[in-house]
């Protein structure tokens, strides 16, 4: 099947250029000048021609962190590798990187091969996996290096809640020493959930159970120094640290101190932490828990920091972090104590969209949008060329995006399978209006028509954004 996309602008993460793409099957085979013979000749060839006029061509966006189907606090996450892949082609997602876990007394093998048994068959999109590690000990240290031959390259470790995925400072340095002797990278979790804890009692103790405690108990301070801590034993180890879900000031100072040095440390945000508040999870009544994640939702005038940390490249990529709890059955489990609302917020679908009015604000770049969500989450997680990039060779992962288009974003409308919207009512302006996913139209006019199962797992490469 040969599809031109003709008419657009093709933005990389270089910048915005006319030119028209020819998909062969699966690969982008060429760019060419719009209207030149050439051009004419593809047309002729073509099975199908879509018109691009007035709106952007752009890499399939990259989403390097979600949780489908993932258990936490008694319940799961409710998007399963279906609905949650489905909901990201609407908005211009055409890979996720999931968490697969393992849980504490089994072996990373068990849990990669649950979460290969979620998804095979099921994602709309294609797909790999991070690895978290629960349980650090002489065989899981082994396996480390088997998954990375296996194309899982990536481990998340936890600071933060104790008692379940939590690791002391010696495990995770061991972790790191591995990493650092295999070329894979350790993503952290960084907030120091020992110290948590003890507010969290001593808030609880007080009566205070409403949901704004739990921002209040997770202080900025307390991720600033879990951060600084894992850089130091990353640093010790000689391993590339990625520290996800950042969401203070005081953390992005860490992360720029490290990189001034020349350490090679990098750090996500999320949408979350650049659009929502500290103010959101202080909403009236029980409202709040529909907010309630971890790191928490800061004060409003962090936000600038993030947005300055974007356009420096001090934060090099955006993810969702997406681990949608309905609120009627979910979050509702923390009325009267808010250390039992499930931690995570829905937002695979998005993430494109809104980050997309950081460039409407003035915020970053048309080069910058593409690069946060595609591009260098390509390069980091081991994608890059095959995703990431609008070139001849790469995988026809194309999204068209009409950059007028408006839109509110509802949970009336949206496709994820949660019962409420954290951006409820926000206008946003921009939308992705075709999608293909290795050279399969699975969004167009509004509609899927992609198939459950069309999504390959990837084998990712080693972390490309080392130094
Ligand atoms: O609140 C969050 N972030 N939930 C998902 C699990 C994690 O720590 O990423
Ligand atoms: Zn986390
Ligand atoms: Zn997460």
Same mark, same amino acid.
């Given at each position: 099947?040969?599809?031109?996309?003709?008419?657009?602008?093709?933005?990389?993460?270089?910048?915005?250029?006319?030119?028209?793409?020819?998909?062969?099957?699966?690969?982008?085979?060429?760019?060419?000048? /719009?209207?030149?013979?050439?051009?004419?000749? $593809?047309?002729?060839? *073509?099975?199908?021609?879509?018109?691009?006029?007035?709106?952007?061509?752009?890499?399939?966006?990259?989403?390097?962190?979600?949780?489908?189907?993932?258990?936490?606090?008694?319940?799961?996450?409710?998007?399963?590798?279906?609905?949650?892949?489905?909901?990201? *082609?609407?908005?211009?997602?055409?890979?996720?990187?999931?968490?697969?876990?393992?849980?504490?007394?089994?072996?990373?093998?068990?849990?990669?091969?649950? $979460?290969?048994?979620?998804?095979?068959?099921?994602?709309?999109?294609?797909?790999?996996?991070?690895?978290?590690?629960?349980?650090?000990?002489?065989?899981?240290?082994?396996?480390?290096?088997?998954?990375?031959?296996?194309?899982?390259?990536?481990?998340?470790?936890?600071?933060?809640?104790?008692?379940?995925?939590?690791?002391?400072?010696?495990?995770?340095?061991?972790?790191?020493?591995?990493?650092?002797?295999?070329?894979? !990278?350790?993503?952290?979790?960084?907030?120091?959930?020992?110290?948590?804890? &003890?507010?969290?009692?001593?808030?609880? *103790?007080?009566?205070?159970?409403?949901?704004?405690?739990?921002?209040?108990?997770? /202080?900025?301070?307390?991720?600033?120094?879990?951060?600084?801590?894992?850089?130091?034993?990353?640093?010790?180890?000689?391993?590339?640290?990625?520290?996800?879900?950042?969401?203070?000031?005081?953390?992005?100072?860490?992360?720029?101190? *490290?990189?001034?040095?020349?350490?090679?440390?990098?750090?996500?945000?999320?949408?979350? #932490?650049?659009?929502?508040?500290?103010?959101?999870?202080?909403?009236?009544?029980?409202?709040?828990?529909? #907010?309630?994640?971890?790191? /928490? @939702?800061?004060?409003?005038?962090?936000? !600038?920091?993030? $947005?300055?940390?974007?356009?420096?490249?001090?934060?090099?990529?955006?993810?969702?972090?997406?681990?949608?709890?309905?609120?009627?059955?979910?979050?509702?489990?923390?009325?009267?104590?808010?250390?039992?609302?499930?931690?995570?917020?829905?937002?695979?679908?998005?993430? @494109?969209? @809104?980050?997309?009015?950081?460039?409407?604000?003035?915020?970053?770049?048309?080069?910058? $949008?593409?690069?946060?969500?595609?591009?260098?989450?390509?390069?980091?997680?081991? @994608?890059?060329?095959?995703?990431?990039?609008?070139?001849?060779?790469?995988?026809?992962?194309? &999204?068209?995006?009409?950059?007028?288009?408006?839109?509110?974003?509802?949970?009336?409308?949206?496709?994820?399978?949660?019962? #409420?919207?954290? #951006?409820?009512?926000?206008? &946003?302006?921009?939308?992705?209006?075709?999608?293909?996913?290795?050279?399969?139209?699975?969004?167009?006019?509004?509609?899927?028509?992609?198939?459950?199962?069309?999504?390959?797992?990837?084998?990712?490469?080693?972390?490309?954004?080392?130094?």
């Amino acid at each position: 099947m040969k599809i031109l996309i003709t008419g657009g602008t093709v933005v990389n993460a270089s910048g915005p250029f006319e030119a028209d793409v020819l998909v062969n099957d699966e690969i982008i085979v060429a760019l060419g000048a /719009p209207d030149s013979p050439t051009v004419e000749s $593809w047309r002729e060839g *073509a099975d199908r021609v879509i018109d691009a006029s007035g709106q952007y061509v752009i890499p399939g966006a990259i989403d390097g962190h979600t949780h489908m189907e993932m258990p936490f606090g008694g319940t799961y996450s409710v998007d399963t590798f279906e609905t949650g892949t489905r909901a990201a *082609a609407f908005g211009g997602t055409t890979t996720i990187i999931d968490f697969a876990i393992q849980s504490k007394g089994n072996s990373l093998r068990q849990g990669l091969d649950t $979460w290969h048994g979620k998804a095979d068959g099921n994602c709309a999109i294609d797909y790999g996996f991070h690895m978290i590690v629960s349980d650090v000990n002489e065989q899981s240290l082994k396996e480390m290096d088997q998954l990375v031959d296996e194309g899982v390259t990536s481990f998340k470790l936890f600071m933060a809640y104790p008692g379940v995925f939590y690791s002391t400072d010696g495990e995770i340095l061991q972790a790191m020493q591995q990493a650092s002797s295999s070329g894979a !990278t350790i993503m952290m979790h960084a907030e120091n959930g020992i110290a948590i804890d &003890v507010l969290v009692g001593q808030a609880l *103790a007080r009566g205070e159970s409403d949901p704004k405690f739990h921002g209040l108990t997770r /202080p900025a301070q307390l991720e600033g120094e879990a951060t600084h801590r894992a850089i130091v034993l990353a640093r010790v180890a000689g391993a590339p640290l990625y520290v996800v879900h950042l969401s203070a000031s005081e953390a992005l100072e860490e992360v720029i101190m *490290a990189r001034d040095l020349g350490q090679n440390v990098f750090a996500e945000t999320c949408p979350q #932490y650049l659009f929502l508040s500290d103010q959101d999870l202080a909403r009236p009544g029980f409202e709040g828990a529909k #907010y309630v994640c971890s790191p /928490p @939702l800061r004060p409003e005038s962090y936000q !600038t920091n993030l $947005w300055r940390g974007l356009r420096t490249d001090d934060l090099s990529l955006v993810s969702t972090d997406h681990c949608p709890f309905c609120f009627k059955e979910h979050k509702e489990m923390g009325i009267g104590n808010f250390s039992k609302i499930p931690n995570g917020l829905p937002g695979v679908e998005h993430r @494109l969209d @809104l980050i997309f009015q950081g460039v409407n604000m003035g915020e970053i770049s048309l080069g910058r $949008w593409v690069d946060v969500t595609a591009t260098t989450p390509a390069q980091m997680f081991g @994608l890059f060329p095959k995703k990431g990039v609008i070139a001849p060779g790469s995988d026809a992962d194309v &999204v068209v995006y009409d950059p007028n288009a408006t839109h509110t974003i509802s949970a009336a409308t949206h496709h994820m399978n949660v019962d #409420y919207s954290a #951006y409820e009512g926000m206008q &946003v302006r921009g939308k992705a209006t075709t999608v293909l996913s290795r050279g399969a139209i699975v969004i167009e006019n509004d509609s899927y028509v992609g198939s459950a199962g069309a999504g390959k797992f990837l084998e990712r490469g080693l972390n490309g954004c080392l130094r």
